[in-house]
């Protein structure tokens, strides 16, 4: 009977382990995965070549609305064309990432999938490359797969993929506080950038109300920043401590390695805490046991 009290012990606590990993680890995995909870994490130290790269919270902060871009239909338009009637979502991405940036945008999508409000009725999605070689055919491209994941086409235009010259991009990514670097790529060339990830949450008057940092974002959070922002609240600092927790090795071309010791130790963590529950449980039961047994002898002695 204790080896079966053990053995159902046991199992509920594997059942809880699991389950602390799997809420652990979105929470380290958070810049390839998500933040949309505020989770935190451990930070990763940085590499020299990361020295630029983060997100700097500029709440208030006034988007300088005057910038120029290029639409995904090759029109040039203000950024002052999608403010001053209702809110916006910001990110700062480049069209090519071979990583990162899909996983955003797919998160960003996934999220506003389970939102009542919609892009260009209640609000605009603005995605901009912070690569100045990209151009309309890449952003229109985005557009399309995007707004076709998100399954609902009467809604695209609400979403908005531009591109822009080095000086605007500049601009822009200065105000907001996004910090990012040319890296090379697996042909030695600099076509790649170190980047943090993050969406921004915009007032319809161009200002940075709310940050949300990752790739996954909580509906819930999303919903509200939009309601906040609606009525002009400037939001909180958000702990953006999992900014660097993805790192890119340009020797490897890797962003994952990080993420795949976080995976490992979760895992051994989880089989340490089992295995030493389990001896622990089952050296006491047997413990137990024999005295019980010694107990017995004893009475059986006594009684002779």
Known sequence: MQYRSTIRRIARAAALSTGAAMVLTPALLAQVSGYGDKQMGAPNVKSPILSKVGIAQHLDQQLPLNLTFTDDTGQQVKLASYFGQKPAILALVYYQCPMLCSEELNGLTGALQMVDELPGRDFNVIVVSIDPSEGTDLASTKKRGYVKRYGRPE?????????????????????????????????????????????????????????????????????????????????????????????????????????????????????????????VMFRRDYRNDHLAEADQQGTGTKNG
């Open 155 to 279: 809604t695209a235009s609400g979403w908005h993929f531009l591109t822009g010259t080095q000086a605007n991009i500049d601009a822009l990514t200065n105000a907001v506080g996004f910090g990012y670097t040319k890296i090379p790529g697996p042909d030695g060339k600099l076509t790649q950038f170190a980047h943090a990830s993050a969406i921004q949450i915009v007032t319809p008057a161009g200002k940075l109300a709310q940050y949300y940092m990752g790739v996954e974002y909580s509906p819930k959070d999303l919903r509200l920043g939009l309601a906040e922002a609606s009525s002009g609240k400037i939001g909180s600092r958000v702990d953006n401590i999992l900014t660097y927790c993805y790192h890119y090795d340009p020797g490897t071309n890797k962003h994952s390695l990080i993420v795949a010791r976080v995976v490992q130790l979760g895992g051994l963590v989880t089989m340490v805490s089992l295995g030493s529950f389990m001896f």
